[in-house]
């Protein structure tokens, strides 16, 4: 009965002082990376993860399927990585938080909102953090030569794809409406449509223009230029620029070379970087995992698109106010240190 006493007095000794540390977080966590503890680059149980993208002929889903095969690889299959076409950035982003994608990618205007809890997060922000800014997104504003349209304030009354609801195009395309003085809702028939149909709806007349944010080149706009040459043009949407940067910095001037399309001059039009994200609580070895072969295969994502170029280690940490997963920040800091 004696060692009893002592046995159970000890165990009562060893809780209180455990007790006296708070709570004790795994090694294994993103809170514990976040304060300061090493991250493991590695993933210690075969994961399998995935990637939501966007829609079949946009940037997104090619270079989402080129970054699964990337980390399947990088990895022998430790993570076996597939890419979902999806409706895009605030899609993504409301399936991302709900756990039923591990990584997304999405506009930075879109993200920033996430984080926010504005835009089409109103009062729900989001819990979510990056790997990293990828490459930017061109806006692309189109319509048919016919429809008398030279301007998005020329909109009024047509037939116009506003992009796949919720993404980040329809963000950007309604933004760019009530900036040049139009009501999304009432002034113009919206059409929202994923890339395909609207392409299709040009070609076939029935849709009169579209807006699409996208890396260069898409290929659904590739296909519509050779397809149906001078029917269709592009319209110069930089005179928007000051009203977009009142809502975001993260509205940039940029160009359309004539070369990208075969048009028959440079486009002036408006640039959004992307993110890579995950959920804010990813385990911090899989994070650095990701974000190391997303910039050290950059090269074998430019083969599946060349916008994947614009992924380096000089831009690839710019993401604020979208926080850098702690995962992500140990990769970087390795790769930095490396050049």
Same mark, same amino acid.
């Given at each position: 009965m004696r060692n009893l006493k002592m046995l159970c007095a000890t165990v009562m000794l060893l809780s209180a002082v455990a007790g006296c540390g708070g709570r004790q977080t795994p090694a294994g966590t993103?809170?514990?990376?976040?304060?300061?503890?090493?991250?493991?680059?590695?993933?210690?149980?075969?994961?399998?993860?995935?990637?939501?993208?966007?829609?079949?002929?946009?940037?997104?889903?090619?270079?989402?399927?080129?970054?699964a095969e990337q980390v399947t690889k990088a990895t022998n299959s430790k993570v076996k990585a597939t890419a979902a076409e999806t409706q895009a950035s605030v899609g993504n982003i409301q399936s991302l938080d709900k756990g039923d994608y591990q990584v997304a990618f999405s506009l930075f205007d879109t993200a920033?909102?996430?984080?926010?809890?504005?835009?089409?997060?109103?009062g729900k922000p989001a819990k979510i953090a990056a790997l990293g800014r990828i490459y930017d997104n061109s806006t692309h504003v189109v319509v048919r030569t016919d429809s008398g349209i030279n301007s998005v304030a020329d909109m009024k009354g047509k037939r116009v794809s506003t992009g796949s609801p919720k993404s980040g195009t329809e963000v950007i395309a309604q933004r760019l409406l009530k900036a040049a003085g139009l009501d999304p809702d009432k002034d113009?028939?919206?059409?929202?449509?994923?890339?395909? *149909? &609207?392409?299709?709806?040009?070609?076939?007349?029935? /849709?009169?223009?579209?807006?699409?944010? !996208?890396?260069l080149p898409t290929s659904g706009v590739t296909d519509l230029f050779t397809t149906a040459g001078d029917k269709v043009k592009f319209i110069d949407i930089d005179g928007l620029l000051p009203k977009m940067q009142a809502l975001s910095p993260a509205?940039?001037?940029?160009?359309?070379?004539?070369?990208?399309?075969?048009?028959?001059?440079?486009? *002036? &039009?408006?640039?959004?970087?992307?993110?890579?994200? /995950?959920?804010?609580?990813?385990?911090? !070895?899989?994070?650095?995992?990701?974000?190391?072969t997303l910039v050290e295969k950059r090269e074998e994502l430019a083969k599946a698109n060349p916008a994947a170029k614009g992924i380096t280690l000089e831009t690839v940490r710019k993401t604020d106010p979208v926080p850098i997963h702690p995962g992500a920040a140990a990769a970087l800091d390795t790769l930095g240190a490396a050049k």
């Open positions: 993103a809170e514990s990376a976040a304060a300061g503890g090493a991250v493991d680059c590695s993933v210690k149980a075969d994961t399998r993860i995935s990637i939501a993208t966007g829609n079949t002929t946009g940037v997104y889903y090619v270079v989402g399927n080129a970054l920033t909102d996430a984080v926010k809890g504005t835009g089409s997060f109103d113009i028939q919206p059409q929202r449509l994923d890339l395909a *149909k &609207t392409t299709d709806g040009m070609k076939a007349g029935t /849709v009169d223009a579209f807006f699409w944010s !996208g890396g509205y940039q001037s940029g160009t359309i070379p004539a070369a990208t399309y075969k048009t028959t001059a440079d486009v *002036k &039009t408006i640039v959004v970087p992307n993110v890579l994200l /995950v959920r804010s609580d990813m385990d911090p !070895g899989l994070a650095c995992v990701l974000t190391k």
